[in-house]
């Protein structure tokens, strides 16, 4: 009975490992996917963010533009030592937020890959990818938050998100500008 139990100890914990592997693949970023390829940026860059508290208002694109706005919505009043995440369009680093904050970027019309990517010494890198068809003359919205239980953060959330919602979290949070860390 006890070498049974030590048997399907040692099972489970293999399975364990095997399992967390897979998601490392997933989701860390030392395996390059076409995919990631297509909406992220370099893996080994990493982008300094700096946070604007002045209201900005909503702009508008361009004639013949869309427009994307990434806001990161922490779901916390309390942010200290919450990561950075990076947002990838069409295979470049396009901006970064950190805390409760964003930034937005004119687009042309058409197909783009996006990508959102957690930016951390502490939290396991986290990818998630989306697809959008951006037409001239839209705005279009997406949030990213890091989805946290007791035992810690569990994955990035990346989806689009409500233009009501969106223009109240804009109104709310400081405006972020990134650049790439030296």
């Known amino acids: 009975m006890r070498v049974s139990l030590i048997l399907l100890s040692v099972s489970i914990f293999c399975l364990c490992i095997g399992a967390r592997a897979q998601q490392k693949t997933r989701l860390g970023q ?3 996917q076409p995919a990631m390829v297509a909406a992220c940026g370099d893996v080994n860059l990493s982008m300094a963010v700096n946070l604007d508290n002045k209201q900005h208002p909503v702009a508008q694109p361009g004639p013949g533009m869309a427009q994307i706005y990434f806001i990161q919505d922490t779901g916390l009043s309390i942010t200290i030592a919450y990561p950075t995440t990076k947002i990838g369009i069409d295979g470049k680093w396009v901006g970064a937020n950190k805390k409760n904050s ?8 058409g ?3 996006l990508c959102a990517a957690i930016q951390s010494s502490f939290v396991q890198n986290d ?4 697809h959008l068809t951006a037409e001239a003359g839209t705005v279009y919205y997406y949030r990213t938050r890091i989805i946290t239980s ?3 953060p569990l994955y990035l959330g990346f989806v689009p998100v409500d233009s009501d919602e969106a223009q109240y979290m804009i109104a709310s949070f400081p405006q972020a500008t990134a650049h790439a860390r030296k």
């Open 30 to 32: 030392n395996v390059v």
């Open 102 to 109: 964003y930034f937005s970027v004119f687009v042309a019309p």
């Open 111 to 113: 197909e783009h890959h």
């Open 127 to 130: 990818i998630e990818l989306a």
């Open 150 to 152: 007791k035992d810690g």
